[in-house]
C-alpha cells in the first residue's frame, strides 16, 4: 500500500492528518519513544501529545507499562477489525431508534409548517 492510499485510508477512518501519518510512522518502524517520534516526524510536542492521546484512546496505539514514553502501533488488520465492528454497532443503535428519529423528524417538520 502507498503512503498515500495509506493516508487516504485513515482520513476515510476518521483520523486528522496528524494522526494517520503518527500511525504510519510507527506501523512502519516500530516501537518509539515520544522524542524521537517528534523529531523524525517534524512536529511540536503539543501536536505529537494530543495525537498519540488520539490514538491510544481509538485504541490504534498503545504505550509501555514500563515507559509511558514509548509508543507502538496496533496491528492495522486489529484497527480495521475493530473500526467495522463499531461501524456495525452503530448501525444497529440507529436502526433500532429509526422510528423515534422518524417520529421527531416529521414533529420538527410539523411544527415548522405551522408556523409558515
Not at 500511525?23 to 501529545?49: E, R, T
Request: net charge positive; charged share 30%; aromatic share 8%.
Amino acid at each position: 500500500m502507498s503512503l498515500k492510499l495509506a493516508l487516504k485510508v485513515l482520513r476515510d477512518l476518521g483520523l486528522q492528518e496528524t494522526d494517520a501519518r503518527v500511525y504510519i510512522y510507527l506501523a512502519k518502524k516500530g516501537p518509539h519513544k515520544q522524542y524521537d517520534l517528534a523529531v523524525a516526524l517534524k512536529l511540536a510536542n503539543y501536536q505529537l501529545c494530543a495525537s498519540l492521546e488520539s490514538l491510544v484512546t481509538r485504541g490504534m496505539v498503545k504505550d509501555f507499562p514500563e515507559d509511558s514514553s514509548k509508543y507502538v502501533a496496533v496491528p492495522f488488520e486489529k484497527v480495521l477489525d475493530e473500526f467495522m465492528k463499531a461501524t456495525e454497532e452503530q448501525a444497529r443503535a440507529l436502526q433500532a431508534s429509526r422510528k423515534e428519529l422518524l417520529s421527531a423528524w416529521r414533529s420538527i417538520n410539523e411544527k415548522d409548517s405551522s408556523n409558515s
